[in-house]
């Protein structure tokens, strides 16, 4: 066979260079193969008139140093992640979750036909998440170590992937290497990696990034798959539809190839229609933007922040104020509005003059146009982590610059790097920092009280973690400032109540739980809970009594007011209505060691000391139990 020149620039959109490449040995059964889309990507055979592939493994070696350093410096940033704790949303989706400790198939059936975490947390529908959070309790239970861990490889696999689609864009390794770097040091993912609850994002990235490059090659079914784990992850994989038809129409070697997005047609609508059976009514969210009008009159300091934050980056702020409120026009849009312009002067030079960087130019302005819908449907006015996508593009456009460097003759290639060492270091300081906000929960919400408009709720949550890290003083004034700021929410008199009993304050403590439980606000339970220790402390055990009812009446499967309120009846001699009340809460809980405890004392008090007995050996092969797990 003879050879034939080929110009990347035509296969892969990437910077022209000229290169001899071979034709492939062919055979029939090698060609009927070939026709099929899954044996493709087997086979290595060109795409579209493309040059021909090396074999996975000579690849692989090539790649090999690459890779291993990019795993290194992921690992090394993020391993203090490894002794971080649980914080904010993963107490609901994890250590208080019953949905992934649900055995075999029952809960996998649970997780595919629920909606995220709990019934009453069904504002989302992502399969996918759900079920690595049940193979983590299989092998971790709630050691917050290997949550944390999973997380860690998650990222470190987005890495890769984004390496292999940047190398697909320039075939340069040095450049692409030194774009993943950038990737992999940017501190967005703080808020995805450090925070288990963040895992979607990952998930959905590495979905969107498999389809890609699947999409690339060829191999429609993988490219179908991927898509369906990256919609199974998070809601945004959408936008993973649009961005491979875009790019397919700006390679030209990809018009073949528009018969594979079938398959990725039939699963987006095989989604809508599951997304639409699970979530029956998409959760209203209390500061979402009021109306697109709005949304429209801030979109100019929204782009601007966005870029400022993938190009300026700086130490996490979580959540960024909106400027626009009642229709009045912030000092800041007026700046949004210039940036805007530079923006689109240098996107539109960046799509006339090199060919090669309209691919990640178009994937950089399809994603930063894709969470526009958020303003509208969530709380948050902007959320870091939602760059993650952007952030690709950025390091398209950067890994084509450096490529162009690198190509250039008259450059020597040690510059490159001395550029990019310092902000390498920059980058990781950044990513360290904003990484120790999440170490628990009082390092989190006091910087979200910090950066973030004050809210009651907020500084309530703020003074429970201080009150969990035994800070009781200044749990006590936190609450009082959650007291300030909403009287009328219960949340901020419970914490002060609750906080005022472990001091031994009894008086102000039954005080702040008299006025929670007059606000009859959505802690009800847990204010009327409150009272009754505050008064079973107190010795007004008739009083105490009334208030525990008063919280199983509400809430019937309420352990922790079943087993208090057995104590108090055993208080008052009454043995029989205490036995009662702890076999509740054994049947409530049976993983729960102190309720048969509290069982067989009442037993013996009862004069049956065989089933004490029988009850302390439960409870003992139940600890031993969980010490194991």
Not at 14 to 26: E, G, L, Y
Not at 28 to 49: E, H, I, N
Not at 185 to 202: E, F, M, N, Q, S
Not at 203 to 219: I, K
Request: aromatic share 10%; net charge positive; proline share 6%.
């Amino acid at each position: 066979m003879g050879e034939r020149f080929v110009r990347n620039e035509e296969v892969t959109g990437s910077i022209p260079v000229s290169s001899t490449t071979r034709s492939p040995p062919t055979s029939p059964t090698r060609s009927l193969l070939a026709r099929r889309p899954w044996c493709r990507l087997l086979l290595r055979q060109p795409l579209a008139g493309g040059p021909y592939r090396r074999s996975i493994w000579r690849r692989g070696l090539a790649h090999g140093p690459s890779l291993l350093l990019l795993w290194g410096v992921t690992l090394w940033l993020y391993l203090p992640t490894l002794g971080y704790r649980f914080v904010w949303d993963d107490h609901l989706l994890v250590v208080d979750s019953t949905v992934i400790r649900a055995p075999g198939l029952r809960g996998l059936w649970f997780l595919l036909t629920h909606g995220l975490g709990e019934v009453r947390l069904s504002a989302y529908y992502r399969p996918l998440q759900s079920l690595t959070y049940w193979l983590d309790w299989r092998l971790w239970h709630l050691r917050p170590l290997g949550y944390h861990l999973t997380n860690l490889l998650w990222h470190g696999l987005d890495t890769t992937l984004v390496y292999a689609l940047l190398h697909r864009w320039t075939r340069h390794q040095r450049a692409s290497l030194a774009a993943a770097l950038l990737y992999a040091l940017h501190p967005i993912h703080t808020a995805t990696v450090a925070y288990i609850a963040g895992r979607a994002d990952l998930l959905m990235v590495a979905g969107l990034l498999g389809m890609m490059l699947a999409a690339l090659r060829g191999a429609g079914g993988v490219a179908a798959l991927c898509f369906a784990a990256a919609l199974g992850a998070k809601e945004l994989a959408v936008v993973g539809l649009p961005l491979t038809i875009i790019l397919n129409a700006l390679v030209p070697s990809g018009r073949a190839r528009w018969r594979l997005l079938a398959p990725c047609l039939v699963v987006l609508a095989f989604y809508a229609l599951i997304h639409a059976h699970v979530i029956l009514e998409p959760r209203a969210w209390e500061n979402a933007v009021a109306s697109w009008r709005t949304l429209a009159w801030g979109l100019p300091w929204i782009m601007a922040t966005d870029l400022q934050l993938l190009l300026l980056p700086r130490p996490s702020q979580l959540l960024h104020r909106f400027p626009v409120v009642g229709g009045q026009v912030a000092p800041d849009w007026l700046w949004g509005l210039v940036v805007c312009g530079l923006a689109g002067a240098g996107a539109r030079w960046l799509w006339r003059h090199p060919p090669a960087a309209r691919p990640p130019l178009a994937w950089l302005g399809i994603s930063l146009v894709a969470t526009w819908p958020l303003y509208v449907s969530v709380a948050t006015p902007v959320s870091e982590h939602w760059l993650i996508l952007p952030l690709i593009g950025l390091c398209g456009l950067v890994a084509l610059g450096f490529a162009r460097w690198l190509r250039d003759a008259s450059k020597d290639f040690l510059p490159g790097w001395l550029l990019l060492l310092p902000v390498a270091l920059a980058l990781a300081t950044i990513t360290r920092t904003s990484m120790a906000v999440w170490q628990n929960d009082v390092t989190l919400y006091a910087h979200v009280t910090r950066w973030t408009p004050p809210k009651a709720k907020v500084f309530a949550n703020y003074a429970e973690a201080l009150s969990e890290a035994q800070q009781e003083a200044t749990a006590m004034e936190v609450a009082a400032q959650a007291i300030t700021l909403d009287p009328r929410e219960d949340a901020g008199w419970i914490q002060l109540g609750s906080s005022s009993l472990h001091q031994q304050n009894l008086p102000q403590a039954q005080w702040a739980a008299e006025e929670a439980v007059a606000r009859q606000g959505p802690f009800r339970t847990v204010a009327y809970q409150l009272l009754g220790y505050t008064l079973w402390h107190r010795q007004r055990l008739r009083e105490a009594e009334a208030a525990f009812l008063h919280a199983v009446q509400i809430d019937e499967t309420n352990v922790d007011a079943w087993i208090p309120l057995g104590g108090v009846y055993g208080d008052q001699g009454r043995w029989a209505e205490a036995l009662r009340a702890w076999e509740t809460a054994v049947r409530l809980r049976p993983d729960l060691p102190k309720s048969y405890l509290q069982v067989a004392v009442a037993e013996r008090a009862l004069g049956h000391p065989e089933r004490a007995a029988a009850y302390e050996r439960m409870a003992d092969r139940l600890v031993q139990h969980l010490k194991r797990r």
